[in-house]
């Protein structure tokens, strides 16, 4: 079982569709990040989010800290094939020092 | 270097065979991860190593993995009488020191096959 569930698992959309990644736990956490990995590579930080309710902007990419701290999104506004990827949500639980991953959300954009 | 190095980048093992795998962190970061990464999968946490403290060994699957850190910098993973559900992609990051928010800088990883 993942401390960091993510959803959808996987989503295929066309170039210029807007999409919402999800990442949810029953845990608090201190701090919310999402990663981009691509194929053959680490992941890359993309935002930190730390404050309940935080919204952080990103050119195309907005991410929201939960209220509670349980919870995170990622909304893509009129995606394009370089935002395909593997993107990962990760945190530091809250109280406990430990770091998790999600399971991660594969998106394909076609052109 | 400027960012995380990891050797090798691919391995190919037999089953019962030992691997060590290295991990060169960013100069002046003082912790160290160590992650595995299945197919297609999100990481799963192996162990942490934050300057001089004794590591955080909780996330290593089995006792057949072991990690050391010399000199506060290399890192080395070893993995004992591999088995076939060892494969998997075996990440590295570091970061400045072990807070919260600190950016983890990912190392290229090493690909790990156990025939």
């Known amino acids: 079982t993942q401390l960091l569930e993510q959803s959808p698992q996987f989503l295929s959309i066309q170039e210029g569709e807007n999409l919402t990644v999800y990442c949810n736990s029953s845990s608090v956490f201190s701090s919310l990040q999402w990663y981009r990995q691509e194929p053959g590579e680490g992941p890359v930080l993309l935002v930190t989010v730390v404050t309940g309710g935080e919204v952080k902007k990103l050119k195309r990419l907005t991410f929201q800290f939960g209220d509670a701290r349980k919870d995170s999104s990622l909304h893509i506004t009129a995606a394009q094939p370089g935002d395909t990827g593997l993107y990962l949500c990760a945190g530091d639980e809250y109280n406990f020092n430990k770091f998790y991953f999600g399971s991660g959300t594969k998106l394909n954009v076609k052109p | 270097g400027a960012g995380v190095s990891q050797s090798p980048s691919n391995k190919v093992t037999e089953k019962g065979k030992d691997v060590e795998l290295r991990c060169d962190p960013i100069?002046?970061?003082?912790?160290l991860y160590w992650y595995r990464q299945s197919l297609g999968q999100g990481l799963e946490f192996l162990i942490y190593?934050?300057?001089?403290?004794?590591?955080?060994k909780s996330g290593l699957p089995s006792d057949r993995f072991s990690a050391e850190r010399t000199g506060g910098s290399v890192s080395t993973l070893t993995i004992q009488r591999t088995q076939q559900e060892d494969s998997a992609v075996y990440l590295c990051?570091?970061?400045?020191?072990?807070?919260?928010?600190?950016?983890?800088?990912f190392g290229p990883g090493t690909r790990l096959l156990v025939l």
């Open positions: 100069s002046g970061h003082t912790a």
């Open positions: 190593f934050q300057g001089n403290s004794a590591p955080d």
């Open positions: 990051a570091s970061s400045l020191a072990r807070l919260e928010q600190e950016t983890q800088y």
